[in-house]
């Protein structure tokens, strides 16, 4: 088993990663950059060291981050998701100078990055793939004339994309026309690589994705599937597993699908295959994520297992514990992704203090955050501040669970999308289990809200209590 850890990350997941080290007996090691010396991840590791000024570059050097892995004794790197977690020169390097990164081997990460190269190994292997480019486009008037062939709309995505960013819906030739170089500028500037091709736009799409878990000892199992439909600008807000929406033979053959396209590629550790789910039925392969992610938590609720132990287990070189018979999935679990964003003003994001947080509780909830009273929320980074994960027998009573933590949580002095999900869980859409990608943007009148509850139920209750008893 690995001894001691360097976590390559920052906020709630190196606060995640750290746990799960302190529960397995593994020394931790944070690093942060000038601006993040106060935050939670830095309090929790066994010990936290500084990589630079700037907010970013730090959290971004390969060399410094093994050479400080190497000067504390360290002999793995977790990398979390975002960061260098996708970054096959950074698996590479930690491989040569012997130190295990937790996770695939650099050839799998270049490889399921390439989401060209993935599309093609998918193919292969007989996993259906989003119509659409044999390769990278070349120039307009290739991408004109495969979309003619496909017919619209057309997708533009970047071929090394990631995070929801470099992707683009063209109904018409005049769109794909004015947004082919938009994309490629963007994916330049977002990814580093300007390579672009096109997909088949599947239009109000679910999409559905499975978790992986493979050792090095060629097993491969799945944890179920999640239902990410509820995303703005195809990213992410709520995550639910498994998918209300799966009939238990649809859930049986993705799950399957899933399997093979991780066998296909000689999967190592955990991962994610995400899929497609059209109006007639059909699955098509998306994409492959080669780390753990940001709705791990989800698929832990539904099936008892911790995705980060196994991961840690996995690179260690341990086999899986458990066969895919002994793993069976109970309730369900919603992930909230709550940003520090104002809904009601076009998700800007919003920074500063929290002049308190009060973490929600009871049965079946779990927050994974790295927020605290007085915490500053510095402008640099990703403004998810925190995930409540909700968990219960069935569906209905999920809903209203969730309903119920949203308002114990307490997080004041900024706004957050928190409010927003309270009105999601009032569509009557939401509540049958029947919604899609479109489903943001087809219900605007979920962001004319008013926030008549200035104080949580919380607060209002103590209020009540301190009254009452001044009242004696
Ligand atoms: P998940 O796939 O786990 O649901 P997201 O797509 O929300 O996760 O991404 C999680 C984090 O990783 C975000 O901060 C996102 O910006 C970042 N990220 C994901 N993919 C990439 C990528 N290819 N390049 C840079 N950042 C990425
Ligand atoms: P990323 O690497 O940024 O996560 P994905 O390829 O996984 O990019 O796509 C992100 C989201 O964009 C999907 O969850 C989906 O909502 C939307 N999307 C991507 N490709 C298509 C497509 N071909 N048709 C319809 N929606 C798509
Ligand atoms: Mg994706």
Not at 128 to 139: F, I, Q
Not at 188 to 214: D, M, W
Not at 266 to 273: E, F, M, S
Request: glycine fraction near 6%.
């Amino acid at each position: 088993m690995l001894q001691k850890i360097l976590i390559a990350n920052r906020g709630e997941i190196a606060v995640r990663i750290i746990r799960a080290c302190a529960e397995m007996g593994i020394l931790s090691v944070a690093i942060f950059s000038e601006a993040d010396r106060n935050a939670l991840h830095v309090k929790k590791a066994d010990e936290a060291h500084c990589v630079g000024e700037d907010p970013l570059a730090g959290y971004l050097n390969p060399h410094k981050i093994i050479n400080l892995a190497k000067e504390t004794g360290c002999d793995g790197i977790h990398p979390g998701y975002g960061f260098l977690s996708e970054n096959a020169q950074f698996a590479d390097i930690c491989a040569r100078r012997n130190i295990q990164f937790i996770g695939p081997n650099a050839e799998i990460i270049q490889q399921m990055g390439d989401k060209i190269a993935a599309r093609q190994a998918m193919k292969k292997a007989g996993v259906p793939v989003v119509p659409g480019s044999e390769g990278n486009l070349d120039n307009v008037d290739e991408a004109l004339k495969l979309a003619d062939s496909i017919g619209y709309p057309v997708m533009l995505k970047a071929t090394s994309g990631g995070g929801g960013r470099g992707i683009r819906r063209c109904n018409n030739p005049e769109e794909l026309e004015k947004n082919y170089d938009r994309v490629i500028s963007e994916a330049t500037k977002a990814f580093g690589r300007a390579e672009i091709f096109l997909e088949k736009c599947i239009v109000n799409p679910r999409h559905i994705e499975v978790q992986i878990l493979s050792d090095n000892h060629g097993k491969t199992i799945h944890l179920f599937e999640r239902d990410c439909s509820i995303q703005r600008r195809n990213q992410k807000l709520i995550e639910i597993a498994p998918s209300p929406q799966l009939t238990e033979k649809q859930r049986e053959y993705v799950c399957t699908l899933a399997i093979k396209a991780a066998e296909t590629v000689n999967y190592v550790n955990a991962g994610t295959v995400e899929f497609l789910l059209d109006n007639e039925n059909n699955f098509y392969f998306m994409e492959m994520n080669t780390r753990v992610q940001v709705e791990h938590t989800i698929s832990e609720a539904i099936t008892g297992i911790d995705i980060v132990e196994e991961q840690i287990r996995i690179a260690s070189g341990l086999p899986i514990r458990f066969s895919q018979e002994q793993i069976s999935k109970r309730g369900y679990a919603i992930q909230f992704r709550v940003n520090a964003e104002d809904p009601r003003n076009d998700f800007l994001p919003t920074f500063g203090r929290i002049t308190r947080y009060y973490a929600p509780g009871g049965p079946g909830v779990r927050t994974d955050t790295a927020i605290y009273t007085g915490y500053d929320i510095p402008p640099f980074y990703d403004s998810m501040i925190a995930k409540l994960i909700v968990w219960a027998l069935d569906w209905e009573d999920v809903i209203a669970r969730s309903d119920r933590a949203l308002d114990d949580m307490e997080i004041s002095g900024i706004k957050t999308t928190k409010s927003y999900y309270k009105q999601i869980l009032k569509s009557p859409e939401f509540q049958q289990a029947k919604f899609n990608t479109s489903f943001v943007d087809t219900h605007p009148e979920l962001l004319r809200y008013s926030e008549k509850r200035s104080k949580s139920h919380v607060a209002t209750a103590i209020a009540a209590a301190i009254a009452a008893h001044a009242g004696l």
